[in-house]
């Protein structure tokens, strides 16, 4: 059972930043893909960020070129860095990760963008 943990989330104003971080419990070259997920009061969870084995990463165009996902294996820690944020980021925020055929999800950290 992989367990994943997830913090950095908080307050910021709008045009902040903030890095988000994910805790693997083990190696986090043994998962296929390592993505990040958010999901906004109301509105379906949605991909903001994943990073394969290899390390090619893909975003969405809602926060290509404020986002960047990136990984230390030294670490087993995966992270978010968000730029330039906006109101409409506001969102739980999810680690998550692919190892062969299983998903398995962080309990989420609470991001809000707010004046």
């Known amino acids: 059972q992989v367990q994943l943990v997830e913090s950095g989330g908080g307050l910021v104003q709008p045009g902040g930043s903030l890095r988000l971080s994910c805790a693997a419990s083990?190696?986090?070259?043994?998962?296929?893909?390592m993505g990040w997920s958010r999901q906004a009061p109301g509105k379906q969870r949605e991909v903001v960020a994943t990073?394969?084995?290899?390390?090619?990463?893909n975003y969405p165009d809602s926060v290509k070129g404020r986002f960047t996902i990136s990984r230390d294996g030294a670490k087993n820690t995966v992270y978010l860095q968000m730029n330039s944020l906006k109101v409409e980021d506001t969102a739980v925020y999810y680690c998550?990760?692919?190892?062969?055929?299983?998903?398995?999800w962080g309990q989420g950290t609470r991001v809000t963008v707010s004046s």
């Open positions: 998550n990760v692919l190892k062969f055929t299983q998903d398995y």
């Open positions: 083990e190696s986090i070259f043994s998962f296929n893909v």
């Open positions: 990073i394969t084995s290899s390390g090619v990463t």
